[in-house]
C-alpha cells in the first residue's frame, strides 16, 4: 500500500500544480486557512523575515517552524495592539465628543502599528547582526588556533 507523504510545501499550506508528468508548487499562492491562522502581523512578519534575513527564513521553512514563529508573532503583536489601544494613561478627550474619542483611538491604533513594525523589523535586524558577528568570532578563533 503506498500511503502519500505531505510534503514540506504542502505542510506549508503550498498548493502543487500539474504540468505534464511533473508537480510543481505554486509559489505565489497558498492555503488562505494557514494565512487566516497566521494573521496579518503574522504575514507581514514573514514577508519581513525574507526580505531581510532569508537565511533564517529559510532555515525556518526547512524546519517546518515558519508558520509556527508568524504566529507567535501574532499573538505577540495583537497583544501589544490591544495594551496601546486600551492604555488608560493615553489622554481620550472629551468623552462626550465621540468624533475626538474615535479620531484619538485611531491615533493609538496608527501608534500601536507603528510600534509593531518597527519591533518587527528591529528585531530580525539585531538577529542577523549577532549571528553574523557570532560567525566573525569563530573565524577569528579559527584563525588564531591555526597560527
Known amino acids: 500500500m503506498i500511503t502519500k507523504e505531505t510534503t514540506l510545501f504542502e505542510k506549508n499550506g503550498i498548493r502543487y500544480e500539474q504540468r ?3 508537480l510543481y508548487p505554486v509559489l505565489g499562492a497558498c492555503d488562505n486557512a494557514t494565512i487566516a491562522g497566521v ?14 534575513d532569508r537565511k533564517l527564513h529559510h532555515q525556518y521553512l526547512l524546519e517546518e517552524i515558519l508558520v509556527e514563529k508568524a504566529i507567535e508573532f501574532q499573538e505577540y503583536a495583537c497583544e501589544l495592539e490591544e ?24 491615533q493609538r491604533w496608527e501608534l500601536a502599528q507603528e510600534i509593531i ?24 578563533v579559527t584563525k588564531y588556533e591555526r597560527s
Request: aromatic share 10%; glycine share 10%.
Open 20 to 22: 505534464g508528468d511533473y
Open 83 to 106: 495594551q496601546i489601544i486600551n492604555e488608560e494613561g493615553l489622554p481620550l478627550g472629551k468623552k462626550d465628543d465621540y468624533l475626538s474619542v474615535v479620531a484619538l483611538m485611531r
Open 39 to 52: 494573521g496579518k502581523y503574522g504575514t507581514l512578519w514573514m514577508t519581513w523575515l525574507f526580505e531581510l
Open 117 to 140: 513594525f518597527h519591533d518587527g523589523i528591529v528585531a530580525i535586524k539585531k538577529n542577523k547582526e549577532l549571528r553574523e558577528q557570532k560567525k566573525l568570532k569563530k573565524l577569528e
